[in-house]
């Protein structure tokens, strides 16, 4: 079983920079592949950014591409998400996930097996 918990949601401008984080409980937490989604009112889930166990496979929507990066420190089981140049559209709810290492699509939520609560972020214009 693996706990997980975001933080670092809040209110931004546009323009601005967040950094999410997901602290995961369980000891095999480097052996998981790590998922930021989003879900905007009325939208679905959708894939903001994802790294593989050691980082070999990393996937970014188009439209986040160059404005985030992921990484993950396995010896703190955590897991970031640097959001800069934020847009209003970027407004969602911001959930980390945790899947098998064996997902082959690590773009899609059905893969991944453990949630967050989630954590709101909200960009004004």
């Known amino acids: 079983q693996v706990r997980l918990v975001e933080s670092g949601g809040g209110l931004v401008q546009a323009g601005g920079s967040l950094r999410l984080s997901c602290a995961a409980s369980?000891?095999?937490?480097?052996?998981?592949?790590m998922g930021w989604f989003r879900q905007a009112p009325g939208k679905e889930r959708e894939c903001v950014a994802a790294?593989?166990?050691?980082?070999?496979?990393?996937y970014y929507a188009d439209s986040v591409k160059g404005r985030a990066t992921i990484s993950r420190d396995n010896a703190k089981n955590t897991v970031y998400l640097q959001m800069n140049s934020l847009k209003p559209e970027d407004t969602a709810v911001y959930y980390c996930?945790?899947?098998?290492?064996?997902?082959?699509?690590?773009?899609?939520?059905?893969?991944?097996?453990?949630w967050g609560q989630g954590t709101q972020v909200t960009v004004s214009s």
């Open positions: 369980g000891p095999t937490f480097s052996n998981y592949v």
């Open positions: 790294v593989s166990w050691n980082g070999g496979r990393i």
């Open positions: 996930a945790a899947g098998e290492p064996t997902i082959a699509i690590i773009s899609r939520p059905a893969e991944y097996r453990y």
